[in-house]
């Protein structure tokens, strides 16, 4: 079943709360970068000149030669001696709030959707969990050299079928991220997911907000009639 292109208008028919206007960019600077910085070990790390295994012995006698004074071979200036200012261990982990996570997800799929590159199906599944299935089944949805779909769970089936199909990724509503949103070509969200995604934009949340004062007012006037 070919995808349907999700237009701007179609989002917020749904309760996405697309951002039309330049807010989010920096925020998605923010997210994308702390979630590449937490990915990074920190592992690396090279000796000092106190950690080589290098004799104490002078190379040669401090007068006389008519060379440079030289204390011990482990000196940085030496080959094989200890580096100056290498790396050492150490965490790269970036944090960033709920609300900046919210407003860069809200960007990032916003822009996706006013370009043209997020579409809906009714349903995926692959039945009999084969690769060549699979791959039929994303070309009929949509063409992209990379495919990421987006629905509220996948079966067992499906999963297995897409797991070795490595320019395209399945991902629940619930776990999909900004820099997913970014990464893929094409975005095939499943009908079911939308709720998810209007959920997590924020969008129902506000107009719970909205609602809760009115709903308030209502039984104070009821209180006092």
Do not use: C
């Not at 000092?48 to 002078?58: D, I, L």
């Amino acid at each position: 079943m070919a995808g349907k292109v999700i237009t701007v208008a179609a989002a917020k028919k749904a309760n996405i709360d697309v951002i039309e206007d330049r807010r989010g960019t920096q925020a998605v600077h923010e997210v994308v970068t702390a979630m590449r910085a937490n990915r990074r070990s920190g592992t690396a790390n090279t000796k000092t000149r106190g950690e080589v295994k290098h004799s104490n012995k002078k190379p040669w006698r401090q007068k006389g030669t008519g060379r440079a004074r030289a204390g011990r071979t482990a000196s940085p200036i030496w080959r094989g001696g200890g580096v100056a200012f290498g790396p050492r261990p150490r965490s790269y982990a970036k944090q960033t709030n709920k609300s900046t996570k919210r407003l860069a997800f809200r960007k990032a799929l916003s822009e996706r959707i006013m370009a043209g590159d997020v579409v809906t199906v009714a349903s995926f599944k692959v039945a009999d969990g084969k690769t060549k299935s699979f791959v039929a089944a994303v070309k009929e949805a949509v063409e992209g050299n990379k495919v990421l779909i987006i629905a509220r769970e996948f079966d067992e089936s499906t999963f297995l079928a897409g797991r070795n199909h490595v320019s395209t990724l399945l991902m629940s509503a619930a776990e999909v991220n900004t820099e997913n949103l970014l990464y893929f070509d094409k975005i095939v969200v499943v009908k079911g997911a939308l709720e998810i995604l209007a959920t997590r934009t924020g969008a129902a949340s506000e107009e719970k907000a909205a609602a809760a004062p009115a709903k308030e007012e209502e039984k104070e006037a009821a209180t006092e009639a």
